[in-house]
C-alpha cells in the first residue's frame, strides 16, 4: 500500500495542491461574501458596526412603534368637526390663525404663541398674552393627533381648545360676541364664514347682542350675557364654535415630516446596509438604543409621535407652592363638565358615544399634579420644556428624569434610571435625529398675503 | 496533517482497489470533490437567525408564519373562535376574551367580548365583573377606566374602554363576583 503510494506520490502531490488551492480561495471568497451577504436582522459593513445594528424582536417592535410609517395620514376625530378637511374651512382658518383683531387689546393672535418661525411655539418659559400665562406653549405640529389638548387635558377636540385662548384673559383676552360682530361687520371675514356655514343671523340691533359679552373673566361682558335671552346666546355661541373648527382644520393641516430616527428605522426594516451603516451616528444609535431600553423613555414616549397622549406625574411640580399647578386632576373635571366636550350638541359625528369620556380617568392618585406627554419630535425646536417650561435645555430634562427632585405632591410614574454621563450624551444626540421639517404646505406656515 | 490523515484512512478502506489499480487518480478526485463540497457548502449556510427575543410577538401581525403557540400572542385575542379559554385562579369559571378589532390596536379605545362558563360548561349569567390592565414590568395599567358594559347573553358580556397605550407585555385581569362565590381570571398578551 505504501510503496503504491510512494509510486504516484508525485502526481498525488500535484493533484492534492491544487485542490488545497482551490478549497483555500474558495473558504476566503465565502467569508468575504458573508459579510456582505443578506441576513436577517444582522446587516453589517464591518465586525464594529454589527453589535451597534443589532436589534432583538423586541427592540424592533418598539422602533416600530415609534415609526412615523404608523402614523396616521390624516388625524382623527374629523367626523365631530364637518368643516375638518374642507379646503376652504383651512383657508378661512389660517386667516384667523394670524388674525390679532380677534384679542381683547387687538395685538395678540393665535400665532402670538404659536410662531411657525420658532415651530409654533414662543420660546418662551410661559406663554405671553394679554397678560402672562402659567403655562408654556406647546407646538401645533401634529397636534391633531392629540385626543386631549392642553397640559391637562381640559379639552378633547381641537376645536374646542381654540375657543379656550380666545377667552382667556390672559391670553387673547376677548369675548365671542365681540369676534361674532368682528365677522358679521368685515366683508371678507364674513364672506369666508357663510360660504362654509350659511347666512349669518342678524347681529345688529346691540341691546340683542352686544359688542362684549361672553361668559368670560371680564364683569361687564359676563352680566351682558347673563342678560341675553338664551335663543341669542346660541346664537353667538354657534358662530363661535364655528370659528373654532375652521382653526382646527387649519392646525390639522400642519404635521411633522420624516426625520433621520425614521429613515434608519425603514433602513433596518428594509435591511438596506448602506443606509443603516449611514444615516445615524454611533452616539444617536446608542442613544436610540437607550430611549428604548434603559433610560425607560419608550414606556410614554411612544407611537408614531412619541407621545401616548396621556397623563403621568413626573414630579415636575417641585417647588411647595400655596397654590401648586394639579395638572389633569383640574383638566379631567373641566372637560367633563365643558360646554363644548363631545357630549355637546356642537359634536358633529353621528356617534356621540364619546368612549374616552366615557371611561375616563379621574382618580387622585393617577392625576394629581399629572400633565400630558408631550411628542418629542422636533423637541429640540420647542424649548423650553415641561408644563411651565422649566427647563431650557434638553440637558436640563434628561438630568431631571436620571436623578429626579423630591416628591411634593401627587404619586410619580417615574421609574428607576441610572445613566452615565456619556449616556447622556447619547441619548440626548439621539433625540436631535427627530428633528424634521414639517409637512404642510408652504403657504400655510407664514401669514395669508 | 489530521485531514491528510483522515483522507489517507478513507481512501485506504473505501477506495484501496481503485489506488491498487490505475484508476487511483478518480478516486483521489472524487475524495478531494466531497471534502471540497463539504466545505463549500459550510461557506455558503445561510446565517442562523439568532433568537434573542424574550417574547415571541410577530413583528408583523397581519399574517403570522408560525402558529399560535404561545398563549401571549395577540391572535388570541382576535376573535371567538381564536380565543383561549382559560379556568379561573380556584377553578370556578373556564373564560375566554377577543378583541371586535384585530389586530389589537394601539393607542385606540375598543370593546372586547368576555365569554363566561361555569366550570359544569353553563353560562354565566348577569355576573359582576371589573376588569383592570397593567404592564407589570412598568407598573402602569390602562390610560383608561374599561368596564363590562353589559351583559349581552349567552355568557357574553361587552368590555368596554380597553385602550392599550403601548406595545409590550400586558395583563388583563377580570374578576367575576356571583351572589354567593368569585373568582379572577388574568389574560396576558404580548403587543
Known sequence: MLQTLIFNFRSSLIICSIFLVLIVSLISACAAVQQGSESETEKTTGEQLSTLHRWDDRELSLMKNLWIGNLLMTPPDSERNRVADNPEAISFGHKLFFDKRFSGNGQVACASCHKPELYFTDGLQMAQGMGTVTRNAPTIVGASFNHWFFHDGRADSLWSQALGPLENELEHGGNRSQYAHLVYEDAELRNSYEKLFGTLPDLSDKKRFPSNAGPVGDAQANSAW???????????TDIFVN???????YERQIKPAPSRFDVYVKAVLDNDAGAIAN?????????????????QCAICHTGPMFTDFEFHNIRTVTMPVKTP??????GARQVLESEFNCRSEYNDAADKSCPELKF???????????????SLRNVSKTAPYMHAGQYQALSEVLKHYNDPPKQIIGESDLLFISLTETELSQLEAFLLCLDSPIAADPALLSPPS | MRVWVLGRIVAENCFTDYFH??????AWLVLFGCVFLFISSCATKEHQVMDHGKHDTAIDKNEPSVPIAST?????????????????????YRVSAFSNEHPLPMQKIHTWTLHVETSEGQPLENAKITVHGIMPEHRHGFPTNPKV????????????????SMPGYWQIRFNIKETNRRDTVVFEVNL
Request: hydrophobic fraction near 40%; proline fraction near 3%.
Open chain 2, 21 to 26: 489499480s490505475r484508476n487511483f487518480i478518480p
Open chain 1, 279 to 295: 444615516t445615524l451616528s454611533d452616539a444617536e444609535v446608542a442613544g436610540l438604543r437607550l430611549f428604548i431600553t434603559k433610560a
Open chain 1, 325 to 330: 399647578d394639579l395638572g389633569r386632576y383640574n
Open chain 1, 226 to 236: 347673563q342678560a341675553m335671552s338664551e335663543m341669542d346666546r346660541k346664537s353667538i
Open chain 2, 72 to 92: 401571549q400572542d395577540p391572535l388570541l385575542y382576535s376573535d371567538r373562535q381564536h380565543a383561549a379559554t382559560l379556568t379561573s385562579e380556584d377553578g370556578f
Open chain 1, 360 to 374: 375616563i380617568v379621574t382618580a387622585k392618585h393617577d392625576t394629581v399634579a399629572a400633565f400630558k406627554t408631550p
Open chain 1, 243 to 249: 370659528l373654532g373648527k375652521v382653526i382646527a382644520a
Open chain 2, 149 to 164: 358594559t353589559e351583559y349581552i347573553g349567552n355568557g357574553d358580556y361587552k368590555v368596554e374602554g380597553i385602550k392599550f
